[in-house]
């Protein structure tokens, strides 16, 4: 956007000069600069008019089990690109252990990211000690997200009422044809 602003701004400038200088005569300052208006005008006008991402919150250390119950971040994967094709910006959650469950080390965001082909901005691993269920329960919650999971979170219910409702859920699975959402069970007026 500060691109943006500054291109036009500068073709702006460029193009008050070109006419002050040159009058209305065509001259190549006065084409680079109109040309330059445009472009800013149209990469400003493509940032304003960008949609606000549809935030989902997927459980990862849940859809890891999806197939086979076998972790396999594969899994995770092709959850992540089913949902970015429907319209989805998707926020990943994993507990700590995560690295442990699908190779021998740990694996951070980093980590996972290359994993996944996901940025690392959108993938969170919870702390040692500290489950991810809290964690992604309580973003989901600040964005007004569903959550990608099959876990009922009957221990969270105490502390997060809000997972009683089933609607709050998009369920799923997956098998040798890849993973499998439950669109039909959502409510119209989260779809993007």
Same mark, same amino acid.
């Given at each position: 956007?500060?691109? %943006?602003?500054? +291109?036009?701004?500068? %073709? ?14 065509? !001259? /190549? ?23 606000? /991402? @549809? #935030? ?9 089990? #999806? $197939?086979?119950? !076998?972790?396999?971040?594969? &899994?995770?994967? *092709? ?8 319209? #989805? &910006?998707?926020?990943? #959650? ?9 190779? %021998? ?15 690392? %901005?959108?993938?969170? @691993?919870?702390?040692?000690? !500290?489950?991810?269920?809290?964690? +992604?329960?309580? *973003? ?5 997200? $569903?959550?990608? &999971? ?8 105490? &502390?997060?009422? *809000? ?15 890849? @993973? ?13």
């Amino acid at each position: 956007m500060v691109v %943006s602003l500054v +291109l036009l701004a500068g %073709s702006l400038l460029l193009l008050g000069w070109s006419l002050l200088t040159f009058g209305s005569i065509l !001259t /190549p300052a006065l084409l680079v600069a109109a040309l330059g208006v445009v472009v800013g005008v149209v990469l400003v006008l493509r940032f304003r008019l960008r949609a606000a /991402p @549809v #935030w989902i919150v997927i459980d990862g250390s849940n859809v890891l089990y #999806w $197939r086979d119950e !076998t972790p396999n971040l594969h &899994t995770v994967r *092709q959850c992540v690109e089913g949902l970015v094709r429907n319209g #989805w &910006t998707p926020l990943l #959650w994993f507990d700590a252990n995560v690295g442990y469950l699908v190779g %021998s080390q740990y694996m951070g965001p980093h980590e996972l990211s290359r994993a996944l082909r996901y940025p690392a %901005s959108h993938i969170n @691993v919870a702390p040692k000690g !500290t489950p991810a269920d809290p964690l +992604l329960i309580e *973003q989901a919650g600040d964005l007004g997200a $569903r959550i990608v &999971t099959n876990d009922r979170f009957r221990d969270w219910v105490e &502390t997060y009422p *809000q997972v009683a409702d089933a609607g709050l859920f998009l369920r799923g699975s997956a098998s040798d044809q890849g @993973v499998s959402l439950r669109f039909a069970e959502e409510p119209a007026r989260k779809r993007a």
